[in-house]
């Protein structure tokens, strides 16, 4: 089960009096959206740190990552601690790479997408209140991409090939790519919508890849053997792999099990 809890422990890579670094799986929320009860990472984080709480401190959150994002989290515990790591983000200084599963094989080594965005449903329809979309109106976003390896893996059944017309097509086998992309902004499903908008959308990716009303079907059904089938992973394939703060911390996660596992025994 995608919800379980095994699948949505996260394990703390470094502390300090100061702040933590946590590996998030996926699925685990880091705010709360609703007030269900779902357990989110916010929550999580305030019961360990239950003593400095009491001591005056915090747990700020400092990189945001979607649900389904899995990665590297910095977590301040202190309030100057949040402002200055603030001040990091806005001057550049604290520096993130993610790694991405994505469909085909790119003619390209490196690569700049340098495309502004803005929500899809500000310009035309759309049934994804959150869905962004390239756009001259919008903030500026720029991501780096680089090709770290192109591999080939057995499908075995009729897939839907993720282009943006549509076309259905058989085959036996299909390429990929895992890329790492270096955002030098920080803008709302950035990553994601750069890929996509270049014809290599992230393995998973129920907003941006084959069809948006996969994402709509999703949250009516939940995960079903058909979203299976077009999607192939039941998360999209985004991992954030690396932090640093510049001259002073390098933080580093290895590929997550299930984005291994995708990869393992590809040719």
């Not at 880091?30 to 360990?48: A, F, N, S, V, Y």
């Not at 998973?204 to 709509?216: A, F, R, V, W």
């Not at 510049?246 to 299930?258: F, K, M, N, Q």
Request: net charge positive; proline share 6%; charged share 30%.
């Amino acid at each position: 089960m995608i919800d379980s809890p095994r699948l949505l422990d996260f394990t703390i890579i470094d502390e300090t009096d100061d702040y933590a670094v946590v590996d998030k799986p996926p699925f685990l929320l880091i705010h709360p959206t609703k007030p269900d009860g779902t357990r989110t990472l916010w929550q999580e984080l305030r019961g360990l740190f239950a003593f400095e709480i009491a001591a005056g401190g915090q747990v700020s959150i400092v990189n945001r990552l979607d649900r389904e994002t899995s990665g590297l989290v910095l977590v301040a515990k202190k309030a100057d601690v949040a402002r200055r790591f603030g001040l990091l983000m806005q001057r550049r200084q604290l520096k993130k790479e993610y790694v991405a599963l994505v469909w085909g094989w790119p003619e390209w080594e490196r690569i700049v997408v340098d495309a502004a965005l803005d929500r899809q449903g500000k310009h035309r329809g759309s049934v994804i209140w959150v869905k962004q979309m390239i756009h001259p109106s919008g903030a500026p976003a720029r991501t780096e991409l680089r090709v770290e390896r192109r591999f080939i893996r057995s499908l075995g059944k009729v897939r839907l090939q993720p282009r943006h017309d549509s076309e259905r097509v058989q085959r036996e086998v299909d390429k990929f790519s895992l890329i790492r992309a270096i955002p030098h902004t920080g803008r709302t499903h950035q990553i994601r919508v750069h890929l996509s908008s270049i014809g290599h959308p992230i393995v998973g990716d129920k907003i941006y890849g084959p069809d948006e009303q996969l994402y709509l079907r999703f949250i009516e059904t939940g995960w079903t053997p058909e979203l299976e089938r077009r999607l192939l992973l039941p998360r999209h394939a985004l991992h954030s792999a690396r932090l640093a703060i510049e001259g002073e911390h390098d933080w580093i996660s290895a590929l997550p099990h299930d984005l291994g596992e995708f990869c393992s025994g590809c040719t």
